[in-house]
């Protein structure tokens, strides 16, 4: 028994050693993912605008600056925080489940398919919200740019508005756009905000379900 007792230190090292590691491995991770995610936002800016010196002046008599801005602007820096934290989330969660399928596969097929059951019903709540919530985030961006395209002509007109007395008028058409796209974002957060609990609410009755049949296969 005492020798066993002095492998213990030894598996703590070891336990302090894996988890300095995963912090370095995490580190470089973000670093890297970072880098690369600004250059590629950095590289699609640079497209887009020259693509928007190409356009014709037609083109640009049917839009909007602060439109113009938001594809520019906001678009790019959406995408780069999606490639910077939810490409390897999502990577890794399909890796996790899996393997994770695979080995209770390999464990107990029958408790395996028992702890498996939510996840069609998962996938099907994902199909089912998944057009609601692109067209909100599509009617969110529309809002945006909207409100964008407000303050663009009205900042550098603003000896214009004052020369006219127009700032109550300007005041009045911000706080439309801005109620415009507090209402798109509602709608988001509406159908958001629900499909998440109902999600942890399925991963809970599928615990009750693995724990009843379990406790059933031993008392079997």
């Known amino acids: 028994a005492e020798r066993e007792f002095t492998k213990i230190p030894w598996y703590l090292v070891g336990l302090a050693g894996a988890a300095v590691a995963a912090w370095l491995l995490s580190w470089a991770q973000g670093s890297v993912l970072a880098w690369v995610s600004e250059r590629i936002s950095a590289d699609l800016r640079n497209q887009t605008y020259a693509h928007l010196q ?3 002046m037609e083109y640009f008599g049917g839009k909007r600056t602060g439109d113009l801005m938001s594809r520019v602007s906001t678009d790019t820096d959406r995408l780069c925080n999606f490639l910077s934290d939810s490409v ?4 890794s969660d399909i890796l ?25 019903f998962i996938a099907w709540l994902l199909f089912q919200t998944r057009d609601k919530l ?7 961006g529309r809002a945006w740019s909207h409100m964008t395209s407000v303050l663009a002509d009205t900042i550098p007109g603003i000896r214009v508005v004052k ?5 109550k008028r300007e005041v009045e058409r911000f706080q439309h756009a801005n109620i415009a796209v507090v209402a798109a974002n509602d709608k988001v957060n509406s159908v958001w905000t629900f499909f998440w609990p109902l999600v942890a609410l399925v991963n809970q009755v599928g615990l009750l379900v693995v724990w009843g049949f379990g406790a059933w296969r031993v008392f079997d």
Request: hydrophobic fraction near 60%; proline fraction near 7%; charged fraction near 10%.
């Open 54 to 56: 190409k356009l014709s």
């Open 134 to 140: 692109q067209n909100g985030f599509l009617h969110g």
């Open 163 to 167: 020369a006219f007395a127009q700032e």
């Open 88 to 91: 390897v989330d999502f990577a």
């Open 96 to 120: 996790m489940l899996i393997g994770t399928a695979a080995v209770l596969l390999y464990i107990d097929p029958w408790l395996a398919v028992a702890s498996l059951l939510p996840f069609p």
